[in-house]
């Protein structure tokens, strides 16, 4: 498949011993196409205690001309 005007995308892989529920899909994220706004790797799954989430680094561009990360 091609999606147009994204690239870099990151599949999310899992941190700890507790599992997604079963039957759950991958999540694969992106941010877009610019160079300077992208999903940086790892793109990490985490349940704890059943609560589910996704942490991701993101690069963004910055008033000065040079890149930023956000969490």
Same mark, same amino acid.
């Given at each position: 498949? /091609?999606i147009e005007?994204?690239n870099?995308?990151?599949n999310a892989d899992?941190d &700890?011993?507790?599992?997604p529920?079963n039957?759950?899909?991958? /999540? /694969?994220m992106a941010? &877009?196409?610019?160079?300077m706004?992208?999903i940086?790797?790892?793109l990490?799954?985490?349940n704890?205690?059943g609560?589910?989430? /996704?942490?991701a680094?993101?690069?963004v561009?910055?008033a000065? &001309?040079g890149?930023?990360?956000?969490?």
């Amino acid at each position: 498949m /091609i999606i147009e005007n994204v690239n870099f995308l990151n599949n999310a892989d899992v941190d &700890g011993k507790n599992l997604p529920p079963n039957g759950a899909p991958n /999540i /694969i994220m992106a941010a &877009g196409g610019r160079q300077m706004d992208k999903i940086m790797a790892r793109l990490v799954y985490r349940n704890v205690n059943g609560n589910e989430s /996704i942490v991701a680094v993101h690069s963004v561009n910055t008033a000065f &001309g040079g890149g930023g990360v956000r969490w």
